[in-house]
């Protein structure tokens, strides 16, 4: 699992059916220092996040049973919306 | 899932008999500044993407099995083509 | 399996009902200088480590069944606390 | 998938039974400029792919068990040889 | 599949009940240049591997499975200590 930031959304003029109905988040991971990286994760989103919010995003095929449902086209799932964190002198 | 740009096509001479009669598109992931990384994906088509077309490409076997079928050699699959897409003050 | 330094951990307002009572690690993987990376891992903690502790992470459906169980909607475990280790030249 | 070029071979002393009468051959991905980096994969092959060849390169249980079958330990398979491949304006 | 070179060992005090008896090794991924780089994954030994052996490491579940068995809590395994390899012109 990694922590990001969701920086937007993405609409599929054409999709694979399973996807039909289902927020498209853009998340970028954070840093250890804070910044967040160029790299940009679509992520499926079960929990109402929206732009700004910093999340937990997990990927895996139970992940996905576990929270979206087995018939979800994406393992990349939006898990948690963080309330705060704690980082120690590294 | 990321969101990459289609740059072109590729033909394989000698190929898994699994791979027969798919499209094979070549496809680099774009970074949250819009800039296309120097890394080349090889993606599964199954929705007639072509050549500058913004797509979403999806990995693992359940996608692929949801999409093109469960007999193919692959599973980094174009999932969707995007129509738009918002991104936010980073 | 990679080996990592515990700087932080973190908390879910809202997440998905398979993370609760989980208690959340961020962890910073070491590099063969004994740096940090800027990558931050979040990990499911079954073995009660905390802050500055070097631990093991692993990853995969296996790891966590065997480990925290396998309803829990991640597969990024800590799997030991290490106690010692030995670099040669490299 | 990816796509890159043939570059060795390798052999190994002491193996896994199930690695017995395969070839290993060393491969590195190609960017979109074309050039190599500097990773690189040990992939089977199972299409008599041999060094200055450009091949594809899938990763997956699945790719393994459709191609060089279910019991070899690895999930890295030449499953193509290029035989052309297109590169639009980036 | 990988190329590394075995650069030590390291202990867990508490660790994963199916870790018990395990050899964990450190080890360095190769680049087609010979060098190692920073990257330091630690994998389970099936094959009385030491430091400074060029060893073959996998990832994956049947790998492990082949190898050093279904009920060890990770997936990266040394499959073979190479012996020799050609790396032609790039």
Same mark, same amino acid.
């Given at each position: 699992?990694?922590? %990001? !930031?969701?920086?937007?959304? +993405?609409? =599929?003029? !054409?999709?694979?059916?399973?996807?039909? %109905? !289902?927020?498209? +988040? +853009?998340?970028?991971? #954070?840093? =250890?220092?804070?910044?967040?990286?160029? !790299?940009?994760?679509? /992520?499926?989103?079960?929990? *109402?996040? $929206?732009? $700004?919010?910093?999340?937990?995003?997990?990927? $895996?095929?139970?992940?996905? *049973?576990?929270?979206?449902?087995?018939?979800? /086209?994406?393992?990349?799932?939006?898990?948690?919306?963080?309330? %705060?964190? #704690?980082?120690?002198?590294?």
């Amino acid at each position: 699992m990694w922590m %990001g !930031r969701v920086v937007g959304r +993405l609409w =599929a003029a !054409r999709q694979a059916a399973s996807l039909a %109905g !289902r927020k498209m +988040l +853009l998340v970028r991971p #954070e840093t =250890a220092s804070g910044a967040q990286t160029a !790299r940009l994760i679509v /992520a499926i989103d079960g929990l *109402d996040a $929206g732009p $700004g919010d910093r999340v937990i995003v997990a990927h $895996g095929s139970r992940v996905r *049973d576990l929270t979206v449902g087995p018939d979800v /086209a994406d393992k990349d799932v939006v898990i948690g919306i963080v309330d %705060g964190h #704690e980082l120690g002198p590294s």
